[in-house]
């Protein structure tokens, strides 16, 4: 047994080197990204891959956890968060995109105050290729005061889902538990 990492596939390279070359980063930024990318192997490993975002406060961290540790049990599966990915990243955005390419899904986990995740949900709908990939876990309140406890833009990214059956809604853990089930 060798301690090579196994290749990456051309089209990863091909999609990662476009995005890259798009970019005026420096020789050292690029190889810090394509070696941050040689770490995803488990993503072109498996059959399925899940990168789940939402909100980082300790709550909803340990949902998304959850989610995650559900997603990863799946044969053939792979399920991780963006912090996940190692690296010193500057630019969030790029970050995304190079991770939103490589994957066969993109979940996002959306709770009120913050959601944690406004501006990917814009390049999910904003991005026919991510758009495609995309299911998000929607936390209802039924409690709420307020009609729409998440804003218009998020209300509009949703409106758009569940149009297409991607959206899926929860109240409880247990709910979100069989939420994830509903996931391809």
């Keep these: 047994m060798t301690d090579e990492s196994p290749p ?3 089209d990863v390279l091909t999609s990662a080197t476009e995005r890259l070359e798009a970019d005026d980063l420096t020789l050292a930024e690029n190889e810090k990204l394509l070696h941050a990318l040689s770490e995803l192997t488990p ?7 899940y990168f789940v975002l939402g909100n980082y406060d300790r709550e909803q961290l340990r949902r998304l956890d959850l989610v ?5 049990r799946r044969t053939g599966a792979c ?3 963006m912090s996940d990915v190692r690296g010193n990243w500057d630019n969030g955005i790029q970050k995304f995109c190079l991770i939103a390419d490589l994957v066969t899904h993109i979940v996002g986990v959306a709770e009120r105050e913050p ?6 949900q814009g390049l999910l709908v904003g991005t026919e290729e ?9 936390r209802e309140y039924p409690d709420a005061e307020e009609d729409h406890p998440y804003g218009w833009m998020e ?6 889902l569940e149009s297409d059956g991607r959206l899926h809604r929860w109240e409880t853990e ?9 996931l391809p």
């Design 79 to 81: 399920a991780f968060r």
């Design 68 to 72: 995650v540790d559900r997603l990863d």
């Design 155 to 160: 209300d509009g990214v949703f409106e758009l």
């Design 115 to 120: 959601s944690g995740f406004l501006v990917e």
């Design 174 to 182: 247990d709910d979100l538990l069989e939420a994830v089930e509903a």
């Design 8 to 10: 990456v596939p051309d």
């Design 43 to 49: 993503i072109y490993e498996r059959d399925r891959s």
């Design 130 to 138: 991510y758009y495609e990939k995309s299911h998000v876990l929607k």
